[in-house]
């Protein structure tokens, strides 16, 4: 079973902090993504990355930044978070082959 | 570009009623059709897929068709249980682009 595991379940920051949020895959999939969700919008694309150190911007990169200096892990940076970053965020991963994507449980951040 | 609209919730219904949650969708290629679910407090679990035209994905008593001339991929079961409250996401995604397209969610809860 492909199994991806985030950092954190839950976590409170306060604004202007920078907040690192991490996503490991098991599975050596090439591609990992992180997205945001909201109430009402589903899920949003932030950043994804093809392979290691390769990274492209989603719908929504203003804000963040991502990390993958090894192909099993993605970081998610909030440089200075403010309050509507507060949400739900997922990674998920898979194979450049495939098109299906498998996702983590799950960041909860509350921004202050 | 693509995109997904699925129907609003929430859904509520009795235990062993019918459920559909209408999903179409626009595409410019030949995407492949998912449902996602989402329990409480967890991440999205890929519930079914279809890859082509007329196939049927089926999953835990869920079934949906891939309908090109309708664009729809509605999810269907005939008899939910508790167990199946949960929000539910419709998504597609092109094997030559890299981020999936998802729906807004719709939100069953299923009553004893």
């Known amino acids: 079973d492909v199994k991806v595991t985030q950092s954190s379940r839950y976590l409170v920051k306060r604004t202007g902090e920078k907040v690192f949020l991490e996503c490991v895959q098991d599975?050596?999939?090439?591609?990992m993504f992180w997205y945001r969700q909201d109430p009402g919008l589903g899920l949003r694309l932030i950043y994804f990355?093809?392979?290691?150190?390769?990274?492209e911007k989603g719908d929504i990169p203003e804000g963040y930044s991502v990390s993958r200096e090894k192909k099993e892990r993605f970081s998610l940076i909030l440089e200075s978070a403010s309050t509507n970053q507060t949400s739900m965020y997922l990674c998920?991963?898979?194979?450049?082959?495939?098109?299906?994507?498998?996702f983590g449980p799950g960041t909860r951040l509350l921004v202050l | 570009g693509n995109s997904v609209t699925q129907m609003e919730g929430p859904v509520t219904l009795s235990e062993e009623a019918f459920l559909t949650i209408n999903c179409t969708y626009t595409?410019?290629?030949?995407?492949?059709l998912f449902w996602y679910v989402q329990y409480p407090g967890e991440g999205l679990q890929l519930l079914l897929k279809?890859?082509?035209?007329?196939d049927k994905g089926s999953n835990k008593g869920f079934e949906a068709t891939y309908r090109k001339e309708t664009t729809s991929f509605h999810l269907e079961k005939g008899s939910v249980q508790v167990s199946d409250s949960a929000v539910y996401f419709c998504?597609?995604?092109?094997?030559?682009?890299?981020?999936?397209?998802f729906g807004a969610g719709t939100r069953l809860t299923v009553k004893p």
């Open positions: 990355s093809y392979d290691v150190k390769m990274k």
């Open positions: 279809a890859t082509k035209a007329d």
């Open positions: 998504a597609l995604s092109e094997r030559n682009n890299n981020d999936m397209r």
């Open positions: 595409a410019t290629g030949y995407p492949s």
């Open positions: 599975m050596d999939h090439e591609n």
């Open positions: 998920a991963s898979r194979l450049t082959a495939l098109v299906t994507q498998y």
